[in-house]
């Protein structure tokens, strides 16, 4: 879907507003961004909560990220680096959203990948959430620990940081942030039962060739 550029400030202002009441992000955490055209990217600013974007706030960078404009007192955040080397790897992804969703995040403190293929939506929609080596925010160690992963994943945790996903649009991108959040919460779930299981191989390899059925 193609959308337009008052329509994706509502959007990511919408998707902001998300993040910040499923305390997916505190205070001033993660970022939000949405490719407008084939070099320019909308994006949330430095130091405001997700939860009070208004559309204005936003900024608009090149993907060298360069700013094309900006609010009188508003740039992008430094960690902006990281949604620009999706966009420049991957010109069909059309969303970056980086976030610290609780249990996702705790599993990236704890330095685990999240593996267990134990629901048939999350084998399809998902697979394996690998987990990108750390980096220090801002620099380019981030960017260069998910760069493994472009063109064969849409979501993978942060070590130590979060976690970051993508998609064919900024709402796609969103809602791999809550199937990754689910993934995790089902998996510390489950463990805490005593009952965490995976699939059968055979039923896994069903799954995973319903993927292009389900245009994932």
């Not at 999240?114 to 080596?133: C, F, Q, T, W």
């Not at 620990?145 to 996903?165: D, M, R, W």
Request: overall charge neutral; hydrophobic content about 40%.
């Amino acid at each position: 879907m193609k959308y337009s550029e008052k329509e994706l400030r509502e959007l990511i202002c919408d998707i902001g507003r998300n993040l910040f009441n499923k305390d997916y992000v505190a205070a001033n955490d993660g970022n939000i961004s949405a490719r407008l055209s084939e070099n320019e990217v909308i994006a949330t600013p430095t130091g405001v909560s997700k939860g009070y974007l208004t559309p204005e706030k936003l900024v608009k960078v090149t993907l060298e990220g360069e700013i094309v404009e900006a609010k009188e007192g508003y740039r992008p955040s430094t960690e902006l680096k990281m949604h620009l080397r999706v966009y420049r790897r991957l010109p069909e992804m059309k969303g970056v959203v980086h976030a610290h969703p609780p249990f996702g995040t705790a599993f990236a403190i704890k330095g685990e990948v999240l593996d267990k293929m134990m629901m048939p939506e999350s084998v399809i929609a998902m697979g394996e959430i690998p987990l990108a080596k750390y980096g220090t925010p801002s620099t380019e160690e981030i960017p260069d620990s998910i760069e493994p992963f472009l063109g064969n994943k849409q979501a993978v945790l942060l070590e130590s940081h979060g976690a970051l996903t993508w998609g064919k649009d900024v709402m796609a991108a969103y809602l791999n942030m809550e199937r990754l959040e689910y993934t995790a919460k089902l998996t510390f779930i489950t463990r805490m039962l005593k009952g965490e299981r995976e699939l059968p191989k055979n039923r896994i390899e069903e799954l995973v060739n319903l993927r292009s059925f389900y245009g994932m």
